[in-house]
């Protein structure tokens, strides 16, 4: 089975196409796709076969159609939005693109048509606060979740109903969670067998696990873990956030520190245990798991370059591999595994 990358490229205005090499990890790059307006944020969908991209300086959502034999891109729909996107992704059926907007203060749904693209207008367009910084569903596909950093934004989690055959979102009761603590959730994921949610925080440098209510949508927090080593001062902020899916292991990277910071995680309660700092290329904005959880990915913002790490199986600690010209700004990446 054939494994392709994609890393959307903001300055360049492209998206890169490359093959990985899932026995060791190498990247050969195949193609490079123009999306003019600076490319962000993108989501592929459950099926496999349409990436999604979000734009940031012209404030737009592409569709693509993936090539099923070569991994290729082929461009079948733009819409346009008010504001950028910082971050898109699919509802768990692939019938709705999901949307937060940083500076728009939103969310949006919109409906993804019979060939693959976006849907024009939204099914749903609703005022959260500044900050919104990414949207999800839970594996039931009935609730979503919105990420609100602190300082610009609330520093709360919104918490939303989903209905998977609409579109339409409900805020849940309570309508957000608010931790007390200045942490400032931005990215999340979800464990692949327990109840439980993982937030990246960009003002705490830190990962905050969250237990899911699966009877009402709604979110409890149960620890906050630091991403830094003990005595770093200078600033630092936290991006994307990864868990394995054996559900062993977690990663979160530092951008100002250039690291990522690893974590074992407990597959019974869900606690984190610190398990090293690795450093990474400069502002390591995106990160993503790569073949069979082998390998791990950390795009440079600043550097330009993808740094390549494998993955020990047992131990979950990353070792360096090699690192990679990209081009300006690489600011994401997203990994599938094709047919073939």
């Not at 990985?20 to 592929?44: D, N, R």
């Not at 693509?64 to 070569?70: H, L």
């Not at 693959?116 to 609730?143: F, K």
Request: hydrophobic share 35%; glycine share 10%; aromatic share 10%.
């Amino acid at each position: 089975m054939p494994y392709y990358m994609y890393v959307a490229l903001q300055e360049d205005d492209k998206i890169l196409v490359h093959t990985i090499e899932p026995q060791t990890g190498k990247l050969t790059p195949q193609a490079e796709v123009s999306i003019p307006g600076g490319p962000f944020t993108m989501a592929i969908s459950p099926d496999r076969k349409f990436l999604y991209a979000g734009c940031r300086d012209t404030p737009q959502i592409a569709s693509f159609q993936i090539n099923q034999d070569s991994g290729g891109l082929t461009q079948n729909g733009t819409i346009p939005v008010e504001g950028w996107p910082v971050y898109i992704a699919t509802d768990r059926k692939g019938k709705f693109v999901l949307s937060a907007y940083y500076q728009g203060a939103h969310v949006g749904v919109h409906p993804i048509g019979a060939d693959g693209s976006v849907g024009d207008p939204p099914i749903e367009w609703l005022a959260t606060a500044t900050g919104a910084h990414a949207m999800q569903t839970d594996s039931t596909n009935s609730y979503a979740f919105v990420p609100h950093i602190a300082g610009n934004g609330p520093n709360a989690i919104f918490q939303f109903k989903f209905d998977e055959n609409t579109g339409h979102l409900t805020p849940n009761s309570p309508a957000k969670v608010e931790p007390e603590e200045f942490l400032g959730p931005r990215h999340f994921c979800f464990h692949p067998s327990l109840d439980v949610l993982y937030f990246s925080n960009e003002q705490d440098c830190s990962v905050t696990g969250y237990r899911l209510d699966t009877g009402n949508g709604t979110l409890s927090a149960f620890q906050t873990i630091t991403t830094l080593p003990e005595g770093y001062t200078e600033r630092n902020t936290c991006s994307q956030i990864q868990v394995s899916a054996s559900g062993r292991f977690l990663y979160a990277p530092n951008r100002g520190h250039d690291s990522i910071a690893c974590f074992s995680i407990d597959t019974a309660t869900g606690q984190l245990t610190g398990n090293g700092i690795v450093g990474s290329e400069a502002r390591p904005n995106a990160l993503c798991l790569g073949p069979q959880d082998r390998f791990l990915y950390s795009a440079g913002q600043e550097s330009g370059r993808m740094a390549s790490f494998s993955v020990n199986s047992d131990s979950g600690k990353l070792t360096p591999l090699e690192t990679y010209p990209l081009g300006n700004a690489p600011v994401w990446v997203s990994i599938i595994e094709l047919p073939g």
